[in-house]
Protein backbone atom coordinates (compact mmCIF):
# COMPACT_ATOMS: atom_id res chain seq x y z
CA UNK A 1 0.00 0.00 0.00
CA UNK A 2 0.98 3.76 -0.04
CA UNK A 3 3.55 4.89 2.21
CA UNK A 4 4.58 8.62 3.35
CA UNK A 5 7.60 8.92 5.28
CA UNK A 6 8.95 11.78 7.69
CA UNK A 7 12.23 11.91 9.79
CA UNK A 8 10.34 12.06 13.36
CA UNK A 9 12.55 15.37 14.97
CA UNK A 10 13.72 18.56 14.24
CA UNK A 11 15.12 21.08 16.35
CA UNK A 12 15.48 24.63 14.94
CA UNK A 13 17.09 28.09 16.49
CA UNK A 14 14.11 31.11 16.72
CA UNK A 15 14.95 33.59 13.63
CA UNK A 16 15.97 30.37 11.63
CA UNK A 17 14.39 28.37 8.64
CA UNK A 18 13.08 25.10 9.18
CA UNK A 19 12.54 22.56 6.17
CA UNK A 20 10.46 19.71 7.09
CA UNK A 21 11.41 16.77 4.49
CA UNK A 22 8.45 13.89 3.48
CA UNK A 23 9.04 10.94 0.58
CA UNK A 24 6.26 8.77 -0.09
CA UNK A 25 5.60 5.94 -2.50
CA UNK A 26 2.04 6.41 -4.08
CA UNK A 27 3.02 7.46 -7.93
CA UNK A 28 -0.53 8.02 -8.66
CA UNK A 29 -0.86 11.30 -5.75
CA UNK A 30 -2.62 13.92 -6.77
CA UNK A 31 -2.66 16.71 -3.70
CA UNK A 32 0.09 16.58 -0.77
CA UNK A 33 -0.62 18.14 2.31
CA UNK A 34 0.89 19.88 5.37
CA UNK A 35 -1.37 19.79 8.58
CA UNK A 36 0.13 21.38 11.99
CA UNK A 37 -0.86 19.45 15.39
CA UNK A 38 -0.22 21.94 18.19
CA UNK A 39 -0.29 19.84 21.55
CA UNK A 40 -4.16 18.65 22.74
CA UNK A 41 -5.55 19.81 19.30
CA UNK A 42 -6.67 18.29 16.06
CA UNK A 43 -4.89 19.17 12.66
CA UNK A 44 -4.99 22.27 11.03
CA UNK A 45 -4.40 22.34 7.20
CA UNK A 46 -1.68 24.61 6.49
CA UNK A 47 -1.18 24.00 2.71
CA UNK A 48 -0.97 21.66 0.02
CA UNK A 49 0.16 21.45 -3.82
CA UNK A 50 -0.99 19.70 -6.38
CA UNK A 51 1.24 17.19 -8.00
CA UNK A 52 1.67 19.22 -11.46
CA UNK A 53 3.46 22.00 -9.29
CA UNK A 54 6.96 22.21 -8.35
CA UNK A 55 6.81 25.17 -5.88
CA UNK A 56 4.04 27.07 -3.83
CA UNK A 57 4.83 29.59 -1.56
CA UNK A 58 2.48 31.50 1.21
CA UNK A 59 4.05 33.68 3.62
CA UNK A 60 6.12 32.09 5.69
CA UNK A 61 5.55 28.77 4.28
CA UNK A 62 7.01 27.33 1.22
CA UNK A 63 6.42 23.82 0.06
CA UNK A 64 8.99 22.33 -2.71
CA UNK A 65 7.53 18.87 -4.79
CA UNK A 66 10.02 16.72 -6.81
CA UNK A 67 7.29 14.67 -8.16
CA UNK A 68 10.42 12.48 -9.97
CA UNK A 69 12.10 11.31 -6.40
CA UNK A 70 8.59 11.38 -5.00
CA UNK A 71 9.82 14.30 -2.12
CA UNK A 72 7.89 16.50 -0.66
CA UNK A 73 9.69 20.03 1.42
CA UNK A 74 7.75 22.25 3.72
CA UNK A 75 10.33 25.52 4.18
CA UNK A 76 9.41 27.91 7.13
CA UNK A 77 11.24 31.03 7.17
CA UNK A 78 11.76 33.00 10.51
CA UNK A 79 10.71 30.08 12.87
CA UNK A 80 9.19 31.39 15.45
CA UNK A 81 8.45 29.65 19.10
CA UNK A 82 4.75 29.53 17.94
CA UNK A 83 5.68 27.08 14.91
CA UNK A 84 6.88 24.54 17.68
CA UNK A 85 4.24 21.82 16.75
CA UNK A 86 3.68 18.11 15.20
CA UNK A 87 4.01 18.99 10.88
CA UNK A 88 2.21 15.55 8.87
CA UNK A 89 3.05 15.02 5.61
CA UNK A 90 -0.17 13.70 3.71
CA UNK A 91 -0.60 12.35 0.11
CA UNK A 92 -4.41 11.47 -1.51
CA UNK A 93 -5.45 10.46 -5.38
CA UNK A 94 -8.25 12.89 -5.11
CA UNK A 95 -10.84 11.39 -4.36
CA UNK A 96 -9.74 8.71 -1.86
CA UNK A 97 -8.37 8.79 1.71
CA UNK A 98 -5.14 10.79 2.76
CA UNK A 99 -2.56 8.80 3.94
CA UNK A 100 -0.27 10.38 6.49
CA UNK A 101 3.17 10.32 7.41
CA UNK A 102 4.07 9.81 11.40
CA UNK A 103 4.63 13.43 12.24
CA UNK A 104 7.65 15.75 12.46
CA UNK A 105 7.75 17.35 15.87
CA UNK A 106 9.48 20.59 15.48
CA UNK A 107 11.02 22.08 18.86
CA UNK A 108 11.87 26.01 18.27
CA UNK A 109 14.74 27.06 20.61
CA UNK A 110 14.69 30.69 21.83
CA UNK B 1 -19.72 27.92 11.02
CA UNK B 2 -18.71 25.87 14.13
CA UNK B 3 -16.80 23.62 11.79
CA UNK B 4 -15.89 19.86 13.06
CA UNK B 5 -17.39 19.45 16.69
CA UNK B 6 -16.81 16.12 18.41
CA UNK B 7 -18.01 15.00 21.85
CA UNK B 8 -17.17 13.88 24.79
CA UNK B 9 -13.88 15.50 24.44
CA UNK B 10 -12.47 12.91 27.45
CA UNK B 11 -13.85 9.14 28.53
CA UNK B 12 -12.40 6.55 30.48
CA UNK B 13 -14.37 2.88 29.39
CA UNK B 14 -14.27 -0.27 31.20
CA UNK B 15 -13.51 -3.21 29.18
CA UNK B 16 -16.59 -4.80 27.53
CA UNK B 17 -18.34 -1.26 27.78
CA UNK B 18 -19.95 0.48 24.77
CA UNK B 19 -19.97 4.22 23.73
CA UNK B 20 -20.21 6.15 20.76
CA UNK B 21 -17.80 8.94 19.82
CA UNK B 22 -20.09 11.98 18.11
CA UNK B 23 -19.27 14.09 15.40
CA UNK B 24 -20.94 16.97 13.62
CA UNK B 25 -19.95 19.29 11.13
CA UNK B 26 -21.90 22.67 9.39
CA UNK B 27 -19.49 22.87 6.87
CA UNK B 28 -21.92 20.74 3.70
CA UNK B 29 -19.38 18.57 3.54
CA UNK B 30 -20.17 15.10 1.62
CA UNK B 31 -16.68 13.12 3.07
CA UNK B 32 -16.22 12.74 6.60
CA UNK B 33 -13.78 10.47 8.40
CA UNK B 34 -12.79 8.83 11.30
CA UNK B 35 -9.01 8.67 12.42
CA UNK B 36 -7.10 7.03 15.44
CA UNK B 37 -4.34 8.37 16.50
CA UNK B 38 -1.61 6.20 18.32
CA UNK B 39 1.73 7.73 19.87
CA UNK B 40 4.35 7.89 17.51
CA UNK B 41 2.26 6.34 15.12
CA UNK B 42 0.35 8.97 13.11
CA UNK B 43 -3.10 8.86 12.07
CA UNK B 44 -4.99 5.21 10.85
CA UNK B 45 -8.12 5.91 8.93
CA UNK B 46 -11.43 3.50 10.75
CA UNK B 47 -13.97 4.30 8.50
CA UNK B 48 -15.04 6.81 6.32
CA UNK B 49 -18.30 8.21 4.07
CA UNK B 50 -19.08 9.81 0.63
CA UNK B 51 -21.98 10.79 1.72
CA UNK B 52 -24.70 10.23 3.60
CA UNK B 53 -26.01 6.34 3.57
CA UNK B 54 -22.54 5.56 2.32
CA UNK B 55 -19.71 4.15 4.61
CA UNK B 56 -16.33 2.37 3.47
CA UNK B 57 -13.48 0.78 5.86
CA UNK B 58 -10.60 2.40 6.65
CA UNK B 59 -7.34 0.79 7.40
CA UNK B 60 -7.94 -0.42 11.20
CA UNK B 61 -12.06 -0.83 11.42
CA UNK B 62 -11.85 -4.31 13.35
CA UNK B 63 -14.15 -2.69 16.41
CA UNK B 64 -15.99 0.18 15.42
CA UNK B 65 -19.08 0.90 13.89
CA UNK B 66 -20.54 3.95 11.70
CA UNK B 67 -23.51 5.40 10.54
CA UNK B 68 -24.28 8.62 7.83
CA UNK B 69 -28.13 9.06 8.30
CA UNK B 70 -27.47 12.77 7.32
CA UNK B 71 -24.71 15.17 5.68
CA UNK B 72 -24.40 16.40 9.09
CA UNK B 73 -23.47 13.78 11.73
CA UNK B 74 -21.19 10.63 11.30
CA UNK B 75 -20.83 8.52 15.04
CA UNK B 76 -18.74 6.00 15.70
CA UNK B 77 -19.88 3.41 17.75
CA UNK B 78 -17.43 1.36 20.04
CA UNK B 79 -19.24 -1.88 20.84
CA UNK B 80 -17.20 -4.04 23.23
CA UNK B 81 -14.29 -1.42 24.46
CA UNK B 82 -10.77 -2.88 24.55
CA UNK B 83 -7.60 -1.67 25.92
CA UNK B 84 -5.84 -1.50 22.26
CA UNK B 85 -8.88 0.87 21.96
CA UNK B 86 -7.09 3.53 24.11
CA UNK B 87 -6.06 6.27 21.79
CA UNK B 88 -7.25 9.64 20.66
CA UNK B 89 -10.34 9.72 18.16
CA UNK B 90 -10.24 12.59 15.52
CA UNK B 91 -12.86 13.36 12.82
CA UNK B 92 -12.84 15.31 10.01
CA UNK B 93 -14.66 16.09 6.63
CA UNK B 94 -14.04 17.19 3.50
CA UNK B 95 -15.65 19.07 0.50
CA UNK B 96 -14.20 16.09 -1.81
CA UNK B 97 -11.77 13.89 -1.18
CA UNK B 98 -9.13 16.52 -0.68
CA UNK B 99 -8.14 18.72 2.13
CA UNK B 100 -9.68 17.94 5.25
CA UNK B 101 -10.71 20.01 8.66
CA UNK B 102 -10.40 18.46 11.56
CA UNK B 103 -11.93 17.98 14.82
CA UNK B 104 -10.48 18.45 18.41
CA UNK B 105 -10.53 14.96 19.02
CA UNK B 106 -11.88 12.67 21.76
CA UNK B 107 -8.93 11.30 24.30
CA UNK B 108 -10.47 7.67 25.07
CA UNK B 109 -8.90 5.25 27.75
CA UNK B 110 -10.33 1.64 28.44
CA UNK B 111 -9.16 -0.05 31.59
Known amino acids: GEDVEQSLFLSVREGDSSVINCTYT??????LYWYKQEPGAGLQLLTY?????DMKQDQRLTVLLNKKDKHLSLRIADTQTGDSAIYFC??????????FGKGTRLSVIA | NAGVTQTPKFRILKIGQSMTLQCAQD?????MYWYRQDPGMGLKLIYY???????DKGEVPNGYNVSRSTTEDFPLRLELAAPSQTSVYFC??????????FGPGTRLTVT
Open chain 1, 26 to 31: DSSSTY
Open chain 2, 49 to 55: SVGAGIT
Open chain 1, 90 to 99: AESEGNTPLV
Open chain 2, 92 to 101: ASSPAGDGQY
Open chain 1, 49 to 53: IFSNM
Open chain 2, 27 to 31: MNHNY
